[in-house]
């Protein structure tokens, strides 16, 4: 059987594609020949366990190290009882020790003494029984919480200064957030004395995170596995062909690019979607058309890992920052912790244009959809009568059909989602997936400071450019700003006509009765332009 393409747990060579497992990270073998405690962070499904088992493969087979990639998971299940997580913790690094590593480069049989010095008694034996130099990845480290965090910290701080020979000569903590984000429960700084914690400055109001570098302020780096380049997906997509003589075409290859970004778990669930399930026949050649359709059904289906991150856009820092960017408005005085934590999370990047985007073209589909699930689920039945007998859509019958939807449901649905700021936004979002739902798509377009989102409908021959504006307090009317962006947004889509929406949200605004309207406004350019204030 030919390799696959992988998309759960780590790869391996002999039955998954994939590329080299290290070239994404910095030159790490520097890091740990300078004895160097480091942190190596980056979202989920990018490959972060990969790379550090086969660093730590290649640096035992140097014959210079005695290197191994424990993880401390099990030791979540007692977060409030440290001592039983270290029975759990040292139990699971001697099957993995003994999985990875050869008799002579064993630990002694571990010790159980008192309860938090486990950890660190052991490591000490260890790299005093064996006559290479210790290496020790920790994967999983963001997992522990609140005292038993505090005392794995608190044990590898305190033997860092005895390495190399009574302690791992270099450690790296493996996971999905920097040092800052890791949590804890609140209790005063003398909870955590003797780690390198701030007193003054541990933990945020309710306690729930570190919010300050310094916990494990014996690192010398802190480093973020990137995604893939363009030229490493055209490689990963190229062993496909090599194994199975079924060509990606450079479209295909450019478009799964561009929807990903590189981002490692996205490029391969898009191929995997393609090539197990849509296009059997080897003789098929992959197109751009097979990649779209893939990127659909990925959204659509909400994957694991696209559900994950549906999860981080109920947490308030979270929703702090996706909020205004949905709604195009600055962002305002957000911490920069904040803005890194979601850069880290994988769901932003930084433009190399400049400004915090979206971290790629699915995301920005799966991030609405999934706010307006809520809003969905309360939508009452719609009948289609939109459609006409040959299935079209008629545009002037939609319209019809949102304005009598509007009137009756619009103001309750607006508190059904905790995003306040783009309530109405998901409101319409919610009406127009039931439109589209099976026939068609629903694109966005959003960007800092534009105060405005752009929406593309099509369906069948249909094409709808559709722009939103928020008519709030103490601004002035947006109508006249909305025409001339929605003009040059049809331009781009060659469109002649499209709907421009202003919602109302002052606090003096007329009732709804009053202020919902149609007018059908000509522009300068020829375009017809119907504005709908709601």
Not at 108 to 126: D, F, K, V
Not at 203 to 212: E, F, I, S, W, Y
Not at 290 to 304: M, P, V
Request: glycine share 6%.
């Amino acid at each position: 059987m030919s390799r696959w393409f992988n998309i759960a747990g780590p790869c391996k060579a002999d039955k998954h594609y994939m590329l080299s497992p290290t070239s994404r990270l910095p030159d790490l073998e520097m890091a740990i020949e300078q004895e160097s405690y480091f942190v190596v962070h980056a979202p989920r499904q990018t490959g972060k366990t990969t790379a550090m088992l086969s660093l730590a493969k290649q640096l035992t087979a140097t014959g210079r190290y005695a290197a191994v990639m424990v993880s401390v998971e099990v030791g979540s299940a007692f977060n409030h009882d440290p001592g039983a997580a270290e029975l759990a913790i040292l139990g699971t690094w001697q099957n993995t020790i003994e999985d990875y590593l050869p008799p002579e480069l064993h630990p002694p049989t571990w010790i159980y003494n008192a309860p938090g010095q486990r950890i660190n008694e052991n490591l000490r034996a260890w790299a005093q029984a064996i006559e290479r130099p210790l290496v020790l990845f920790i994967d999983e480290i963001d997992s522990l919480e609140d005292q038993t965090l505090i005392s794995v910290l608190r044990q590898l701080r305190d033997g860092y200064r005895s390495r190399p020979e009574n302690f791992p000569s270099s450690l790296g903590l493996i996971g999905l957030r920097d040092v800052r984000d890791y949590k804890v429960a609140s209790g005063g700084s003398e909870t955590v004395a003797g780690v390198g914690f701030r007193p003054g400055k541990l933990l945020n109001p309710k306690g729930d995170r570190l919010n300050t570098a310094s916990p494990f302020n014996i690192k010398v780096s802190s480093i973020t596995l990137r995604n893939f380049n363009a030229a490493e997906v055209e490689e990963l997509y190229q062993q496909h062909t090599e194994e199975t003589g079924q060509l990606f075409t450079p479209e295909a290859t450019a478009t799964a690019f561009d929807l990903t970004q590189g981002q490692p778990w996205l490029v391969n669930a898009l191929a995997k979607e393609v090539v197990e399930k849509m296009v059997n026949d080897r003789n098929i050649a992959i197109t751009c058309e097979h990649i779209l359709q893939a990127k659909e059904i990925l959204i659509a289906r909400q994957d694991t890992h696209l559900d994950s991150l549906a999860e981080k856009l109920r947490e308030k820092r979270v929703k702090d920052i996706i909020e205004p960017m949905l709604a195009g408005l600055a962002l305002g005085d957000t911490p920069n912790d904040d803005r890194q934590y979601l850069i880290d999370l994988g769901l932003l990047r930084r433009d190399p244009a400049g400004g915090l985007v979206i971290a790629n073209p699915i995301y920005r589909e799966v991030i609405p959809r999934v706010l307006v699930q809520g809003t969905q689920d309360s939508l009452p039945h719609i009948s289609p009568s939109w459609l006409t007998q040959s299935g079209e859509l008629n545009t002037d019958v939609l319209l019809e059909a949102f304005i009598i939807f509007w009137r009756q449901h619009g103001e309750p649905l607006l508190g059904t989602t905790a995003y306040h700021e783009i309530a109405p936004h998901l409101v319409l979002m919610a009406f127009l997936h039931r439109v589209v739902n099976g026939g068609g798509t629903l694109e966005r377009e959003y960007a800092i400071g534009s105060d405005r989102m752009d929406l593309c409908l099509r369906y069948r021959s249909v094409t709808l450019g559709i722009e939103l504006k928020v008519w709030r307090d103490k601004k002035r009317d947006p109508q006249a700003e909305g025409i001339e962006q929605l003009e040059s947004y049809l331009a781009r889509l060659g469109l002649n006509f499209g709907w421009l929406f202003v919602f109302d949200r002052r606090q003096n605004a007329l009732p709804i009765e009053e202020r919902l309207s149609t007018q059908i406004v000509m522009t300068k350019n020829k375009r017809s332009i119907t504005v709908i204030r709601a």
